[in-house]
């Protein structure tokens, strides 16, 4: 893997601003005194939810997080919610040496708010998750993550039966739809990534 200085920098050409952090806790940590008296959404991701930042930023902002939705509201009807909240919080399932943000979803909420309609989004992003190129990238998201993030989900596929490739599946269950990937940073919304130099997520 090229050094991390030099994904930073590449990240940095493409229009990304970036802080890196040794630990996860100095990410949350940053993260807790930036975010404040702000509505946050939260696009589905086991690096959130191994940082507790759900439960850290609800102490001071209002949390619209599809996988939690509030009394009376769904899935769906939080992430639609979710797509107009002041900031956005999500990881990647992949990031390429040379700063291609890569994510793959089923719902589409995730990808669609990673994209539009808040003033600013926040990647956060282990090292685990760095490829050589762009489509090693890809194989990485389709073969890697997507088959864990099956499993976790409990979904009638191939790959969460087995865990070990993506089988291109035509389950109703397949969680992988739509394939985003973010050559350079998008015009309307701040972006920022946050790299941890931690195994986060998958
Ligand atoms: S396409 Fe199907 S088999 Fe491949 S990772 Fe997605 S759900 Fe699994």
Redesign the pocket.
């Known amino acids: 893997m090229a050094a991390v200085e030099n994904v930073i920098k590449a990240l940095e050409k493409n229009g990304y601003e970036v802080k890196f952090f040794s630990k996860g806790t100095e990410a949350v940590q940053y993260l807790v005194e930036k975010i404040q008296n702000q509505t946050v959404g939260f696009g589905g991701s086991g690096t959130l939810a191994q940082l507790g930042l759900h439960e850290k930023l609800a102490e001071k902002n209002v949390i619209l997080d599809a996988d939690y939705p509030g009394p009376g509201e769904t899935f769906r009807s939080t992430a639609r919610k979710s797509i107009q909240t002041d900031c956005y919080l999500l990881s990647a399932n992949g990031l390429s040496e040379d700063g291609i943000i890569v994510n793959l979803d089923g719902e589409g909420n995730r990808i669609a708010s990673s994209v539009y309609g808040h003033k600013k989004v926040y990647y956060v992003i282990g090292t685990n998750k760095i490829e050589k190129d762009l489509e090693r990238t890809i194989w990485r998201v389709?073969n890697v993550a997507?088959?864990k993030n099956?499993a976790l989900l409990k979904?009638k596929?191939?790959?969460?039966k087995k865990g070990d490739r993506?089988?291109?599946?035509d389950?109703p269950e397949?969680?992988?739809k739509g394939l985003l990937i973010n050559l350079k940073k998008i015009d309307s919304t701040e972006v920022e990534v946050i790299l941890v130099d931690e195994p986060l997520g998958f």
Do not use: L
């Not at 596929?157 to 969460?160: G, K, L, S, V």
């Open positions: 389709r997507a088959p099956a979904v596929t191939p790959c969460a993506c089988y291109d599946c389950s397949r969680i992988c």
